[in-house]
């Protein structure tokens, strides 16, 4: 009857090493007041600055994020990703430098990426009715 002890020990001893090998990686995921916002792998919300209003002329949401990325990682994926969903971006008027601006039925989105480090920057996300 030691036979299957042993086999239910091997297996938890391989699947402990499964554990252990697979990446961290956050998965992407989505802003909790906007439901069609991805959130890029590696940021998380902070909880500062979370609210949304909506208005008869549309909603205001304002969340921000940080992570252990790089601000131009940061810019490629909602430069990448953004347009998928239906956002056009607004080059013409990203006036400073770490500022992305997209439009999409009525409404303006402001990505300001802010450096808090070398290696931790600061994603501020802001909705506003254009």
Not at 22 to 48: I, K, S
Not at 119 to 124: L, P
């Amino acid at each position: 009857m030691t036979f299957p002890v042993r086999a239910k020990a091997a297996a938890l001893f391989v699947a402990g090493l499964l554990a252990f090998a697979a990446p961290t990686f956050a998965e992407p995921g989505y802003l909790a007041l906007v439901e069609d916002m991805p959130l890029m792998a590696g940021l998380a919300e902070t909880g500062d600055g979370g609210v949304i209003f909506d208005k008869p002329a549309g909603r205001i949401v304002r969340s921000v994020a940080e992570g252990d990325v790089a601000p131009a990682s940061v810019r490629a994926f909602y430069a990448e990703t953004l347009p998928q969903l239906g956002w056009t971006r607004a080059e013409e008027y990203e006036l400073i430098g770490e500022l992305l601006l997209f439009r999409r039925e009525g409404e303006q989105l402001e990505i300001q990426i802010v450096p808090l480090s070398d290696s931790r920057t600061e994603v501020r996300f802001s909705i506003a009715p254009h």
